[in-house]
Protein backbone atom coordinates (compact mmCIF):
# COMPACT_ATOMS: atom_id res chain seq x y z
CA UNK A 1 0.00 0.00 0.00
CA UNK A 2 1.45 3.47 -0.60
CA UNK A 3 2.41 5.89 1.79
CA UNK A 4 1.25 9.31 1.03
CA UNK A 5 1.63 12.30 3.02
CA UNK A 6 -1.14 14.68 3.76
CA UNK A 7 -0.51 18.04 4.25
CA UNK A 8 -2.99 20.68 5.63
CA UNK A 9 -3.48 24.17 4.62
CA UNK A 10 -5.14 27.20 6.94
CA UNK A 11 -8.48 25.79 8.53
CA UNK A 12 -7.25 22.49 8.08
CA UNK A 13 -4.44 22.77 9.19
CA UNK A 14 -5.85 24.30 12.31
CA UNK A 15 -8.50 21.99 13.16
CA UNK A 16 -5.42 18.67 12.73
CA UNK A 17 -3.22 20.48 15.17
CA UNK A 18 -0.03 19.26 12.61
CA UNK A 19 0.78 20.30 9.08
CA UNK A 20 1.39 17.13 7.40
CA UNK A 21 1.35 13.72 8.35
CA UNK A 22 1.94 10.06 6.55
CA UNK A 23 -0.63 7.69 5.81
CA UNK A 24 -1.21 4.10 4.10
CA UNK A 25 -3.61 4.77 1.22
CA UNK A 26 -4.02 3.12 -2.24
CA UNK A 27 -7.06 6.19 -3.48
CA UNK A 28 -8.04 9.61 -2.10
CA UNK A 29 -11.32 8.06 -0.38
CA UNK A 30 -9.24 5.89 1.74
CA UNK A 31 -6.69 8.59 2.96
CA UNK A 32 -9.43 10.96 3.92
CA UNK A 33 -11.34 7.90 6.00
CA UNK A 34 -8.11 7.83 7.31
CA UNK A 35 -7.57 11.20 8.26
CA UNK A 36 -10.85 11.71 9.33
CA UNK A 37 -10.15 8.74 11.81
CA UNK A 38 -7.37 9.75 13.26
CA UNK A 39 -9.22 13.25 13.63
CA UNK A 40 -12.60 13.05 14.34
CA UNK A 41 -14.74 16.06 15.57
CA UNK A 42 -13.51 19.75 13.55
CA UNK A 43 -11.56 18.39 10.74
CA UNK A 44 -14.11 16.30 9.36
CA UNK A 45 -16.05 19.20 9.28
CA UNK A 46 -13.42 21.03 7.41
CA UNK A 47 -12.97 18.49 5.00
CA UNK A 48 -16.00 18.53 3.56
CA UNK A 49 -15.29 21.85 2.24
CA UNK A 50 -12.28 21.41 0.80
CA UNK A 51 -10.49 20.79 -2.49
CA UNK A 52 -7.51 18.28 -3.06
CA UNK A 53 -3.99 18.14 -4.95
CA UNK A 54 -2.10 15.12 -5.84
CA UNK A 55 1.11 15.52 -6.53
CA UNK A 56 0.31 19.02 -7.70
CA UNK A 57 -2.68 17.82 -10.00
CA UNK A 58 -6.19 19.38 -9.03
CA UNK A 59 -8.87 16.39 -8.20
CA UNK A 60 -11.89 18.66 -9.23
CA UNK A 61 -14.66 16.20 -9.48
CA UNK A 62 -13.50 12.99 -9.93
CA UNK A 63 -15.23 10.46 -7.48
CA UNK A 64 -12.41 10.02 -4.78
CA UNK A 65 -12.15 6.73 -5.02
CA UNK A 66 -11.02 6.48 -8.33
CA UNK A 67 -8.15 9.09 -7.54
CA UNK A 68 -4.95 6.64 -6.98
CA UNK A 69 -2.47 7.55 -5.19
CA UNK A 70 1.39 6.82 -5.41
CA UNK A 71 4.09 5.94 -2.68
CA UNK A 72 5.80 8.81 -1.55
CA UNK A 73 3.06 11.20 -3.20
CA UNK A 74 1.52 14.09 -1.38
CA UNK A 75 -2.38 15.30 -1.11
CA UNK A 76 -2.85 18.86 -0.33
CA UNK A 77 -6.05 19.42 1.72
CA UNK A 78 -7.15 23.02 0.82
CA UNK A 79 -9.71 24.94 2.73
CA UNK A 80 -11.55 27.55 0.83
CA UNK A 81 -9.99 30.71 1.66
CA UNK A 82 -10.76 34.51 0.88
CA UNK A 83 -8.22 37.44 -0.38
CA UNK A 84 -6.24 37.61 -3.92
Given at each position: ?????????????A????????????????????????????L?????????????????????????????????????????
Open positions: MPKVTVRYWAAAKAAGVAEEAFDADTLAEALDAVRERHPGETRVLQRCSFLIDGDPVGTRGHETVRLADGGTVEVLPPFAGG
